[in-house]
């Protein structure tokens, strides 16, 4: 059973659409987190939830939207795609331990 | 600001020999510190974490306060382990990881 999921692995859009990423974890995890991981490969925190609360939420465009539904789902909602959005997302949870279990990443082009 | 410094991008070294991947933060507090790898095509995982003080693959990292440094050590490296490699460092345990800009390790056959 794959503990954090993404869906899709791969997304390829044009400029100006609104595309989902999906996360769900099957850990019981408390806190989930949506990470950037650029072309150079830095990782970054985007968002941070606890209990389906925002706790986290770093210089994000506001084009960017996490929604939580409950615990176990961090969906995360870009609107009007921009070349600079292409990149890796990693959805995260953690039990609250300071560490964290990642997805497998959605790779998304945008064209 | 916390901060997680990786000085080395790139790190290439042949089978059998030593590694040591740095890794410095900046942070007042007592961190929790980890390495994450990232393996080709795969997603990212927890290597180790300091207050573990464990051996994970080999691999070995102490926290040295003094020198807020927390480098990861192999002696003797294997070819599997080539791939990406994150220092990160949480304030508490309940929150977010900050993650150092990764090095990437090569072992040559």
């Known amino acids: 059973d794959t503990a954090v999921s993404q869906t899709p692995k791969y997304l390829v859009t044009q400029m100006g659409n609104d595309k989902s990423i999906k996360c769900e974890q099957n850990?019981?995890?408390?806190?989930m987190y949506w990470y950037k991981q650029d072309s150079k490969k830095f990782l970054k925190i985007m968002f941070s939830y606890n209990n389906k609360e925002l706790i986290i939420n770093e210089t994000v465009p506001n084009r960017f939207s996490p929604k939580s539904p409950d615990k176990a789902h961090l969906n995360l909602h870009i609107n009007s795609l921009e070349l600079g959005d292409s990149a890796v997302y990693f959805c995260?949870?953690?039990?609250?331990?300071?560490?964290?279990?990642f997805g497998q990443g959605t790779r998304l082009t945008v064209v | 600001a916390q901060r997680v410094t990786q000085p080395e991008k790139l790190l290439s070294v042949f089978k059998g020999a030593p590694v040591e991947l740095k890794c410095n933060y900046s942070?007042?507090?007592?961190?929790?510190l980890f390495w994450y790898v990232q393996y080709s095509r795969q997603r990212l995982q927890l290597l180790l974490r300091h207050i573990s003080r464990e051996s994970i693959k080999g691999f070995t990292a102490d926290l040295n306060k003094g020198e807020t440094s927390f480098h990861l050590k192999k002696p003797f490296a294997q070819e599997e382990d080539s791939a990406m490699y994150y220092c990160?460092?949480?304030?508490?345990?309940?929150?977010?990881?900050?993650f150092g800009t990764g090095t990437r390790l090569q072992v040559f056959p």
């Open positions: 850990l019981g995890h408390d806190t």
């Open positions: 990160a460092l949480s304030r508490r345990v309940t929150d977010k990881l900050i």
């Open positions: 995260a949870s953690s039990p609250n331990s300071g560490d964290a279990f």
């Open positions: 942070y007042s507090g007592s961190p929790e």
